[in-house]
Structure formats: C-alpha cells, structure tokens
C-alpha cells in the first residue's frame, strides 16, 4: 500500500489548493479515503473523508470551504481548499484502514502566511 500527497505549498489568507492522493497497492475505488492534518505538538486531526459510493464527511472547521473527491480511475483522491485562512497551516496527509490496519502518505506542508 502506497500513498503520496502532493499540492502543498504557501499561499495567502483567501488562497486556494488542491491537495492530492495518489493511492496504490489495493483496490482504490472500494476503499475510505480519509484526509487528516497536523499541527506541530498537536495530534492529527480528520478534515474530510470519503467513500466508496461518494458519501463524504468535514470537520466543521471546513465544511463549505474543503471539498474533497475522488477518481477512481486515477487512483487519486484530491482536497480542494478554498477560502484559506492562517489556522489551515498544518501537514495534510491521506490514510487509509485495510483489513483494520491504517496506511498513511508521508504529508504535504500548507502554509497560510501573509
């Protein structure tokens, strides 16, 4: 199993990114993904997930700016971030549970800085 984000980057307050997952190894389109971020000195925190039948979740500190989806033909899942403001900067990372095991990308670095 296998996953790498990428998109991060600094942006200004307002900004936007999308934020990617590409996922190998098992079998994507049946799988959760799941979105989580990460302050230094703070635990991990879920931001959005989704299913297989695209039913999606966000945290409230999100909801209406995040968007998160899927294409299961790419294998990819994507975070679109709107609207971006200071509290945003974390490390975002994807993760999936397979057979009650969590696999993790290696994160991506979003800056909100003005």
């Known amino acids: 199993v296998q996953l790498v984000e990428s998109g991060g980057g600094l942006v200004q307050p307002g900004g936007s990114l999308?934020?990617?997952c590409a996922a190998s190894g098992f079998t994507f389109a049946s799988t959760y993904i799941s979105w989580y971020r990460q302050v230094l000195g703070k635990p991990r925190e879920l931001v959005a997930g989704i299913s297989d039948v695209n039913r999606i979740y966000y945290d409230y500190s999100v909801k209406g700016r995040f968007t998160v989806s899927r294409d299961n033909a790419k294998n990819t899942s994507y975070l679109q971030m709107n609207s971006l403001k200071f509290e945003d900067?974390?490390?975002y990372y994807c993760k999936v549970t397979i057979r009650d095991?969590?696999?993790w990308g290696q994160g991506t670095q979003v800056t909100v800085s003005s």
Do not use: K, Q
Request: aromatic fraction near 12%; avoid cysteine; proline fraction near 0%.
């Open 101 to 103: 095991v969590d696999y």
């Open 18 to 20: 999308r934020l990617s």
């Open 89 to 91: 900067t974390a490390v």
